[in-house]
Antibody, heavy 121, light 107 residues
């Protein structure tokens, strides 16, 4: 079965760090365009970062310089290292798969269930 | 960044109604657009990709059209399971952007 499972969310103080993990099954992360998308409580979807199969990474302006996306090919895992966290980073974080890159990106056909990150004193 | 807008933001409809949601891009994105359905507490679910291609397993009452800067999602006959929020997403740019969402609720 093709699925994604995120872990690592929790309550963290402003300025703190947290690493989210996304375990993939049924496909190979290293051969796939993978992304992180977040959703603040009661708000819409916000793209956070992407890692291409070739290893290139890109970030939203709101997280650039603070967040780092990476993967472990041996474990078939995707990660999001989040530093200098701010209250506005509070959100459910989803990892998602794009089965093929049509332009610069693509549509996301498989999503995890999401993990909640709360940044608060 | 490419900005996405959606209208209406909220739509009240009845079972059996034909529903249309519009998504506009701030610049041409060709056909690089997807539509998602999201229910409360759940992850988004891909409905349409490349503006008009139906994702496998999605009911045929969902359809997408458009190119350039204006796109539509149509539900031909609204079913009880379709009450949800719908988002468009452009992927012409590596800096992906989503629309603000359109909530379809019960009239």
């Amino acid at each position: 079965e093709v699925q994604l499972v995120e872990t690592g969310g929790g309550l963290i103080q402003p300025g703190g760090s947290l690493t989210l993990s996304c375990a993939a099954s049924g496909f190979t992360v290293s051969r796939t365009y993978m992304t992180w998308v977040r959703q603040a409580p009661g708000k819409g979807l916000e793209w956070v970062s992407v890692i291409y199969s070739g290893g290139s990474t890109y970030y939203a302006a709101s997280v650039k310089g603070r967040f780092t996306v990476s993967r472990d090919n041996s474990k078939n895992m995707l990660y999001l290292q989040m530093n200098s966290l701010r209250p506005e980073d509070t959100a459910v974080y989803y990892c998602a798969r794009c089965p093929y890159v049509a332009a610069a990106g693509g549509a996301f056909d498989i999503w995890g269930q999401g993990t909640m990150v709360t940044v608060s004193p | 960044d490419i900005q996405m807008t959606q209208s209406p933001s909220t739509l009240s409809a009845s079972v059996g109604d034909r529903v249309t949601i519009t998504c506009r891009a701030s610049q041409s994105i060709s056909s690089w657009l997807a539509w998602y359905q999201q229910k409360p507490g759940k992850a988004p679910n891909l409905l349409i990709y490349d503006a008009s291609s139906l994702e496998s397993g999605v009911p045929s009452r969902f359809s997408g059209s458009g190119s350039g800067t204006e796109f539509t999602l149509t539900i031909s006959s609204l079913q009880p399971d379709d009450f949800a929020t719908y988002y468009c997403q452009q992927y012409k740019s590596y800096s992906i952007t989503f629309g603000p969402g359109s909530k379809v609720d019960i009239k």
